[in-house]
């Protein structure tokens, strides 16, 4: 029996940090330009309303690409941020266009920029646990979106919001490039310092989800056949060639990541009722 081969994806997160710092740059660049009298021309806003939405896209196309590698973290972020940026981008569109006539709606802005504040400290929050680039990141863009809840209020905010904005360029930018180069000569090029040591130094929004242990665990017990713990005998398996073996003998030749205490706790229902898997 040959294993089959391991598909290896490649790690598209680099190109959504790409995306996200390139839509947070132009975002600051418009607000800057409005402050300070429009410096920037205004047709750029149609150019700038098309950046958005294709961003946007390219970002949920990323989350998308991301849960083929198992990256629950990544996946979440960038479907979220990006499904998000596509839907400021449609709106202005519409509004360039003359097909959508949207007056300014403060509290309605608020509220959306709460939810993605929300939205993002439980993300700051699992960040803990993975680098401390990655939660400079997170936490500097919380700082951003609340920020967005007063825009249009009060000037001075309005110059607060955009200097939060280059900050939050440079460190996503330096965590995509951090990413993207250390990947390339997979060795530690730019820090993003873990928060512990032997930890991966060369990811900065990487967390695994449990997609690729439920499936392998389900189908390992079902290769085990099946046990009678009340009786202590076998009964038959629809694999003539599946072992018979003791629950015993069964974690002793699981996976390592099935072959801990809490893990072995976990099973013991699977096996018990493995006539039902």
């Not at 000569?185 to 690729?212: C, S, W």
């Not at 099935?258 to 699977?270: D, F, H, I, L, Y």
Request: glycine share 8%.
């Amino acid at each position: 029996h040959h294993e089959p081969p391991k598909v290896v994806h490649c790690n598209m997160g680099p190109t959504g940090m790409a995306c996200f710092s390139m839509l947070i740059i132009f975002e600051t660049a418009h607000r800057v330009s409005r402050l300070a009298g429009n410096w920037v021309e205004p047709e750029w806003d149609d150019t700038w309303a098309c950046y958005a939405f294709f961003g946007g896209f390219l970002e949920l196309s990323v989350a998308m690409w991301e849960i083929t590698r198992n990256n629950i973290y990544g996946a979440t972020f960038f479907t979220v941020i990006g499904g998000s940026w596509m839907a400021m981008g449609l709106r202005m569109i519409l509004e360039r266009t003359g097909h959508m006539d949207i007056e300014d709606t403060p509290i309605g802005d608020a509220v959306t920029n709460l939810f993605y504040m929300a939205f993002t400290l439980v993300m700051l929050n699992l960040n803990r646990t993975m680098n401390k680039l990655s939660l400079a990141m997170m936490g500097t863009f919380c700082v951003f979106l609340l920020l967005g809840c007063f825009g249009g209020h009060f000037r001075t905010s309005e110059w607060i919001h955009a200097f939060v904005g280059i900050v939050l360029f440079c460190l996503v930018f330096y965590g995509f490039m951090a990413q993207m180069v250390n990947e390339v000569y997979q060795r530690v090029i730019f820090p993003t310092f873990p928060m512990r040591k032997n930890q991966n130094a060369l990811g900065v929004n990487d967390a695994a989800g449990l997609g690729e242990q439920l499936r392998p665990n389900v189908a390992h017990l079902r290769r085990l056949g099946s046990f009678d713990s009340k009786k202590g005998d076998q009964s038959d398996s629809s694999d003539s060639d599946a072992p018979h073996l003791s629950p015993k003998q069964m974690y002793d030749i699981m996976p390592k990541e099935m072959n801990s205490e809490p893990a072995k706790k976990r099973s013991v229902r699977e096996i018990r009722n493995i006539r039902s898997i």
